[in-house]
T-cell receptor, first 113, second 114 residues
Framework: DADVTQTPRNRITKTGKRIMLECSQT?????MYWYRQDPGLGLRLIYY???????NKGEISDGYSVSRQAQAKFSLSLESAIPNQTALYFC????????????FGPGTRLTVT | KQEVTQIPAALSVPEGENLVLNCSFT??????LQWFRQDPGKGLTSLLL?????REQTSGRLNASLDKSSGRSTLYIAASQPGDSATYLC?????????????FGDGTTLTVKP
């Protein structure tokens, strides 16, 4: 089984709808991240969490919110989706005790029409 | 602000050729540098991780080097194969700038022609 899983893998939604993307990990890492990837803009950090009680905004947090329900779960919500939030979204974890190596989920392709 | 640059943006080589991908960064205060591979529309797969105290790491046909003082890393791929075709990204985890978070380059898209 994959160490970092994301659901759904693909989602098409309409402008104004609220949606949630979910991430689960079995690596036992405290640190979790949400990124979005757009052609020509690379990977940009939306939110990150260094433990269950520590949540921080990344460089592009406007229009997004997150919830860290447990060490293993980190959800990203779009309160009112807009077309320019169409992108590939990745969840990642990192080991914060030894190497800080990052591990990525398979991604969620989100289309807002 | 940490900036990470990867040159070239795209590279096309014939099968069997050895090649080098480049990654440069502006702030040398880093924890580590990580190289990833990404196939179109897929997630990122970690290839190599170099800690700030290390100079290089090797895995199979891949060798990554790190020169913190000059803010540069290279990924060397030996005897390239068509299956190596993908986008390669480097990510730098900072100590000072963006502490604890990674800054990604835009990637180099590699095509290996049979």
């Amino acid at each position: 089984d994959a160490d970092v899983t994301q659901t759904p893998r693909n989602r098409i939604t309409k402008t104004g709808k609220r949606i949630m993307l979910e991430c689960s990990q079995t690596k036992g890492h405290d640190r979790m991240y949400w990124y979005r990837q757009d052609p020509g803009l690379g990977l940009r950090l939306i939110y990150y969490s260094f433990d269950v009680k520590d949540i921080n905004k990344g460089e592009i947090s406007d229009g997004y919110s997150v919830s860290r329900q447990a060490q293993a779960k980190f959800s990203l919500s779009l309160e009112s989706a807009i077309p320019n939030q169409t992108a590939l979204y990745f969840c990642a974890t990192s080991d914060d005790r030894v190497s800080y190596e990052q591990y990525f989920g398979p991604g969620t392709r989100l289309t807002v029409t | 602000k940490q900036e990470v640059t990867q040159i070239p943006a795209a590279l096309s080589v014939p099968e069997g050729e050895n090649l080098v991908l480049n990654c440069s960064f502006t702030d040398s205060a880093i924890y580590n540098l990580q190289w990833f591979r990404q196939d179109p529309g897929k997630g990122l797969t970690s290839l190599l991780l170099i800690q700030s105290s290390q100079r290089e790491q090797t895995s199979g046909r891949l060798n990554a080097s790190l020169d913190k003082s000059s803010g540069r890393s290279t990924l060397y791929i030996a005897a390239s194969q068509p299956g190596d075709s993908a986008t390669y990204l480097c990510a730098v985890k900072g100590v000072r700038t963006n502490a604890g978070k990674s800054t990604f380059g835009d990637g180099t898209t590699l095509t290996v022609k049979p």
